[in-house]
């Protein structure tokens, strides 16, 4: 099957409407999209809430542009804007909306409460009325979030109607500034911080479920209904509960999902670790019967704010992780002439020929190999602050752990693995069963994680007999800690920007490979350790507690991929890579055998080497140039694995294959 592209693209409300139709569908059969997904009313368009004489305009122009598409053997979806809101932005609350209020009381005057019932009532008419226009997907557009609501403090979720939902389940009258300090205090997490995350669930899981109900009865189970979500951190922040959220959307067991994966301006390469673990992360939380179109943004909204180079890469990541369908949104938002705009049709059809190589080799079937990231979607509400106040202190998730491995040549996954890591404040999310299992297989660990588990009792399953975190700022200045010395080797790395280490006391059975040294080099602790438990388990930790803001090199990359062996003991499986700063892997078992893609974050060009436990049979490798045809590779096989034998480009792709 051939990749597919779904265009989001503005058409203005206006009588103008049918003729941008028109040329948006000649733009479609030049680009090669198969579906459009049409948005009215957004952004610069955008009058508040619509209702009345602006609502039917709205419509009209929908149905009327959805006729013009069909004939011309397109697709149609929608993306209704907004639900709750975005951002106020000057607009006002015309329709009488309960507005969201933040955390610390601001009110806002055009984006209303998930608790509103008149909101809630507004927002299942209109999308019933859009599901008689037979559309495939109505999509929920990102808002549906309690977070990130400008001018906001955060975001919303603390109006009187939220408040009194939830001190009908504490079983008092709570005030807001009461309520925000009780769920943000420092410590052990205040019970009323997961009723809080509770009560924003169930109402928006009410929502989630009355604008299905709406949909479905309208459209007798013809058109389903799409999620658009942001970061996982936030959203664990919020108390999301996914597998709940998407079968509340599910109209007849379907259900689409826009994944957000990649940054919306331009950014370094080695960024496309944040896109590889997004897509591999949200793939974890969505059902089988979800199908996938992440979405690739501009923002600001102009063909200006992103590279065609970086968005390629991008798109070839999106295909890699078995995405059904590609969610572009790569036009300026406010043009509606889709034809003024070559340059894109252009970019989509240079970029073709990659996605649909690995659209032909990587299925949604295949499935994902590397050290595991386990990130349980709770995981917000077990977080310990250091100081009271901040809600975005509750955000946590696995993104560090993946940018430290990933750009060190280490694939990952979000399942349970042989080999896992837990870094920060997730190490309070598991329960005691399930952190024996991991220290009963291979499990890394960085300071904060390894100092949370010795607190909570598992110090002797970790080496460990003590360990204290000295912050930076707070550290002896007597003896600050600076340089990590590799043990008999004339190799230091530097820990001198690391906001805080583990002060960690060893068992005499403990392997310490590097040492912590102060900037005249007297002996600080140790840096870097590994230890095998009597489950028959191995450990490995660091003593830094911000891993991925340690310097790269190749020493940090050789330390990494040693522990990584050591940790998985004497069935070592996984390909790591190397021969240059940031290429990012992503391992994935097919039919054929096993897919091993290697993206280069660098601007420099490189020629990696893959590093096998055992050797490949019958390897093949092709070389994927930003908005080139693939191309056959030329490697060369050795006794430790495979190495290219051509440059990788920057934001190129090597993917080679084996059995």
């Not at 997004?278 to 089988?288: C, D, N, S």
């Not at 291979?442 to 904060?448: I, V, W």
């Not at 490979?513 to 102060?518: G, K, V, Y």
């Not at 230890?531 to 330390?559: K, S």
Request: hydrophobic letters at 45%; a negative charge.
């Amino acid at each position: 099957m051939p990749a597919s592209y779904h265009l989001r693209f503005q058409l203005h409300p206006t009588p103008d409407a049918a003729q941008q139709a028109g040329e948006l569908a000649k733009f479609c059969a030049e680009a090669g999209v198969t579906e459009v997904v049409l948005l009215l009313g957004a952004e610069e368009f955008h009058t508040g809430h619509p209702a009345g004489r602006a609502e039917d305009l709205a419509f009209g122009t929908t149905a009327t542009a959805t006729t013009i598409l069909r004939e011309a053997g397109l697709a149609v979806s929608l993306n209704p804007w907004v639900t709750v809101g975005h951002a106020d932005r000057g607009r006002g609350n015309t329709l009488g909306f309960a507005p969201m209020v933040d955390p610390l009381g601001q009110v806002a005057t055009a984006q209303a409460s998930f608790a509103c019932p008149r909101w809630r009532a507004w927002l299942a008419a209109r999308y019933a009325r859009y599901a008689t226009l037979d559309l495939r997907v109505l999509w929920l557009e990102d808002d549906f979030r309690y977070h990130n609501h400008a001018p906001l403090h955060w975001g919303g979720g603390f109006e009187p109607l939220m408040l009194e939902r939830f001190a009908a389940l504490a079983g008092e009258p709570v005030t807001r500034e009461r309520l925000v300090a009780a769920v943000t205090a420092p410590g052990a997490p205040h019970p009323w911080r997961s009723l809080l995350q509770q009560v924003w669930r169930t109402a928006q899981l009410e929502v989630a479920e009355q604008v299905a109900a709406a949909v479905g009865e309208q459209s007798g189970g013809r058109v389903q209904l799409g999620l658009m979500s942001s970061e996982l951190g936030v959203h664990s922040a919020e108390g999301r509960d996914w597998p709940a959220l998407f079968e509340a959307l599910s109209i007849n067991g379907k259900v689409a999902h826009r994944p957000h994966f990649a940054r919306y301006g331009d950014a370094p390469g080695r960024e496309l670790s944040f896109s590889l673990w997004m897509l591999e992360a949200q793939r974890a939380l969505r059902p089988e019967h979800a199908t996938s179109e992440p979405e690739i943004e501009n923002w600001p909204h102009t063909a200006w704010s992103k590279s065609d180079t970086q968005t390629w890469s991008e798109l070839v990541a999106a295909q890699l992780a078995g995405s059904d369908a590609m969610f572009l949104n790569v036009h300026p938002m406010q043009s509606g002439r889709a034809l003024r705009f070559p340059r894109v049709a252009e970019l989509l059809r240079r970029t073709r020929p990659a996605l649909d190589w690995v659209a032909g080799r990587r299925s949604r079937t295949a499935s994902t190999h590397g050290v595991g990231l386990p990130m349980p979607q709770q995981a917000a509400a077990h977080v310990r602050t250091r100081a009271g106040g901040e809600l975005a202190a509750l955000t946590v998730d696995a993104a560090p752990a993946a940018d430290h491995l990933l750009r060190y040549g280490v694939p990952v996954i979000a399942n349970p693995a042989p080999v896992q890591a837990i870094f920060g404040q997730l190490a309070w999310s598991f329960g005691d069963f399930e952190l024996e299992r991991m220290l009963s297989g291979g499990l890394l660990l960085d300071g904060t994680a390894a100092e949370i588990l010795t607190r909570r009792g598992f110090g002797r399953l970790l080496g460990i007999s003590a360990c204290e975190l000295i912050e930076r700022e707070s550290a002896d200045p007597a003896e600050p800690y600076a340089l990590e010395h590799l043990a008999g080797e004339d190799v230091y790395l530097s820990v001198n920007v690391q906001p805080a280490l583990a002060r960690l006391a060893l068992v005499p059975e403990a392997d310490t490979w590097t040492a912590i040294l102060t900037p005249d080099q007297r002996q600080w602790g140790p840096g870097r350790f590994v230890f095998r438990n009597e489950l028959g388990g191995r450990v490995a930790v660091l003593a830094a507690t911000a891993p991925q803001l340690l310097p790269y090199d190749d020493d940090g990359q050789q330390l990494l991929h040693a522990m990584v062996r050591f940790l998985e003991g004497d069935r070592p499986a996984l390909p790591l890579v190397s021969g240059g700063p940031h290429l990012l892997p992503h391992l994935s078992r097919t039919e054929r055998g096993w897919l091993l893609a290697v993206a280069n974050g660098s601007a420099d060009p490189a020629r990696p080497r893959i590093a096998l436990p055992t050797a490949a049979q019958g390897p093949g490798a092709t070389l994927l140039a930003p908005l080139a045809p693939p191309i056959p590779a030329r490697i060369t096989e050795h006794q430790r694995g495979l190495t290219l034998d051509q440059d990788l480009p920057h934001r190129g792709w090597l993917v080679v294959d084996w059995h």
